[in-house]
């Protein structure tokens, strides 16, 4: 069985009306192509700044995921909604939700992995300023396969990406904004690597750059099968990419190297 994944690599504004006029465009096109899965980046709706974070945030009932429930129910697509900045009582997480196509909530990722982080003569960021982590692993059903979700540094976690293939998941999708300091030294190895360790297409949809934005991010959103190799791969520039997702590949694959079937979790 295949099916057909878009990656949306767009750039919000300040504004968020706007931003949503520019993430439905995206998705629209995405859908006339033929995609069935259409995912959006990380914060897409938000500037990617503590600044931000609380002021842009929303409740699950708010009205940008009652945009995107909308638009999965419209275009009759799964859509996986990058993720937002959500509102929960006093709490702020950043969160995927992800739809069906009738628009339902299918599943709801608040970022496990805090982007607490400072490289010297690079970047500090403290995400936990602002955000509260969140806790629970996810892998939604679709009609073609599990689909884990993740965000952006969870990807740095091998653990995390290694528990979803065991609970299922065939396609793994990576909302990220990965940045100018860590994106070039690590955002494709990072890809390669957990679709490699697990057998699974790895999906990471990054915003596209600007560069005289409030967060630089690196872009290059991409689309790795479970051999390991990149079967789509964007630059910086806003563009949507595309790619067949083979079940049967994943299946090969898993066969002809069967790393699952040999671990040895007793040693380890």
């Given at each position: 069985m295949?099916?057909?994944?878009?990656?949306?690599?767009?750039?919000?504004?300040?504004?968020?009306?706007?931003?949503?006029?520019?993430?439905?465009?995206?998705?629209?096109?995405?859908?006339?192509?033929?995609?069935?899965?259409?995912?959006?980046?990380?914060?897409?709706?938000?500037?990617?700044?503590?600044?931000?974070?609380?002021?842009?945030?929303?409740?699950?009932?708010?009205?940008?995921?009652?945009?995107?429930?909308?638009?999965?129910?419209?275009?009759k697509?799964?859509?996986i909604?990058?993720?937002?900045?959500?509102?929960?009582?006093?709490?702020?997480?950043?969160?995927?939700?992800?739809?069906?196509?009738?628009?339902?909530i299918?599943?709801?990722?608040?970022?496990?992995?805090?982007?607490?982080?400072?490289?010297?003569?690079?970047?500090?960021?403290?995400?936990?300023?602002?955000?509260?982590?969140?806790?629970?692993?996810?892998?939604?059903?679709?009609?073609?396969?599990?689909?884990g979700?993740?965000?952006?540094?969870?990807?740095?976690?091998?653990?995390?990406?290694?528990?979803?293939?065991?609970?299922g998941?065939?396609?793994?999708?990576?909302?990220?904004?990965?940045?100018?300091?860590?994106?070039?030294?690590?955002?494709?190895?990072?890809i390669?690597?957990?679709?490699?360790?697990?057998q699974?297409?790895?999906a990471a949809?990054?915003?596209?750059?600007?560069?005289?934005?409030?967060?630089?991010?690196y872009?290059?959103?991409?689309?790795?099968?479970?051999?390991?190799?990149f079967?789509?791969?964007?630059?910086?520039?806003?563009?949507i990419?595309?790619?067949?997702?083979?079940?049967?590949?994943?299946?090969?694959?898993?066969?002809?190297?069967?790393?699952?079937?040999?671990?040895?979790?007793?040693?380890?």
């Open positions: 295949k099916f057909k994944l878009g990656l949306c690599q767009m750039a919000g504004t300040m504004d968020k009306d706007e931003t949503r006029a520019i993430a439905e465009k995206f998705v629209r096109e995405a859908a006339e192509n033929g995609a069935q899965v259409i995912s959006l980046p990380e914060m897409w709706d938000c500037p990617y700044s503590n600044d931000y974070f609380r002021d842009y945030a929303e409740p699950a009932d708010g009205p940008t995921v009652e945009f995107m429930s909308r638009l999965a129910e419209e275009l697509v799964y859509l909604g990058g993720s937002i900045s959500e509102l929960d009582g006093d709490r702020v997480y950043n969160t995927s939700f992800s739809f069906d196509p009738s628009g339902r299918i599943g709801r990722h608040r970022k496990v992995h805090l982007f607490d982080i400072d490289v010297e003569g690079g970047i500090r960021f403290m995400e936990s300023d602002t955000l509260t982590a969140g806790n629970e692993l996810t892998v939604v059903d679709t009609e073609f396969c599990k689909i979700v993740a965000i952006c540094y969870d990807i740095r976690f091998p653990e995390w990406f290694r528990k979803m293939a065991l609970a998941a065939q396609l793994i999708v990576l909302p990220a904004a990965f940045n100018m300091t860590t994106g070039p030294a690590h955002w494709d190895l990072s390669r690597a957990r679709a490699l360790d697990n699974v297409y790895m949809n990054a915003p596209a750059r600007v560069e005289d934005g409030v967060y630089v991010s872009g290059n959103s991409c689309i790795a099968s479970p051999w390991g190799d079967i789509a791969h964007a630059d910086e520039k806003p563009q990419i595309y790619g067949d997702i083979d079940l049967d590949r994943v299946a090969a694959v898993r066969e002809q190297l069967p790393l699952l079937k040999h671990r040895r979790p007793e040693l380890y």
